[in-house]
């Protein structure tokens, strides 16, 4: 079964910074490639960015230089640090896997940037 937990959301001032962090079931986080995606109200669902098994990284332009993806293979874990957040990074943030077991998304956290 494939599970995939975020937390760390929640609500910050611009300028300010959070962690999320993506639970990954062990069989799936050693084989599959690791994504974080948002969604703005109104909007679709877009690509943040994304951490491969070999640790090669790529993110959408709006956020390079801000936030950082990383894994940690003693938990099971990807994380995104994103700092210098801006209103417009407002969203419900989602993890994703897709691999040999196929494609699974965890239920989403929100992040609010707000004075």
């Known amino acids: 079964q494939v599970q995939l937990v975020e937390s760390g959301g929640g609500l910050v001032q611009p300028g300010g910074s959070l962690r999320l962090t993506c639970v990954v079931s062990r069989h799936i986080f050693s084989t599959s490639t690791l994504d974080w995606y948002r969604q703005a109200p109104g909007k679709e669902r877009e690509f943040v960015a994304r951490?491969?098994?070999?640790?090669?990284?790529r993110y959408t332009d709006s956020v390079k230089g801000r936030f950082t993806i990383s894994r940690d293979p003693a938990k099971n874990t990807v994380a995104l640090q994103m700092n210098s957040l801006k209103a417009e990074d407002t969203a419900v943030y989602y993890c994703?896997?897709?691999?040999?077991?196929?494609?699974?998304w965890g239920q989403g956290t929100q992040v609010t940037v707000s004075s």
């Open positions: 951490i491969t098994v070999a640790d090669t990284t």
């Open positions: 994703n896997s897709f691999g040999p077991f196929g494609t699974a």
